[in-house]
């Protein structure tokens, strides 16, 4: 089993950044491709970036491409969103994903943390 536990959400004014963190625990070794996910008041949980398990490889929402940056640090077992130019549109709870497998969906998913961005 992994356990995923984010932490960086807060209130931010628009145009401001913050950096999201997701700490992974447990099977770490297990872990593939990870993501973030986000889900605003009223809405469905949307995809918004993804890394693979190198690192290398990056893919992005078209709502936050150019404004957010996905990242890893596989020997601290950290990943990372940094968020810049936010937008009031950004609000939402944001929660991290892993593959624990190298095909399918995300098999493990964190508890959330929720941004706010308004002035």
């Known amino acids: 089993q992994v356990q995923l536990v984010e932490s960086g959400g807060g209130l931010v004014q628009p145009g401001g950044s913050l950096m999201l963190s997701c700490a992974a625990s447990g099977r770490t070794f297990s872990i593939f491709a990870m993501a973030w996910f986000r889900q605003a008041p009223g809405k469905g949980r949307e995809f918004v970036a993804r890394?693979?398990?190198?690192?290398?490889?990056?893919n992005y929402a078209d709502s936050v491409s150019g404004r957010f940056t996905i990242s890893r640090d596989n020997p601290k077992d950290t990943l990372y969103l940094h968020m810049s130019t936010l937008k009031p549109e950004d609000t939402a709870v944001y929660y991290c994903?892993?593959?624990?497998?190298?095909?399918?969906?995300?098999?493990?998913w964190g508890q959330g943390t929720a941004v706010t961005v308004s002035s």
């Open positions: 890394i693979s398990r190198s690192g290398d490889s990056t």
């Open positions: 994903a892993a593959q624990g497998h190298i095909t399918g969906g995300y098999d493990y």
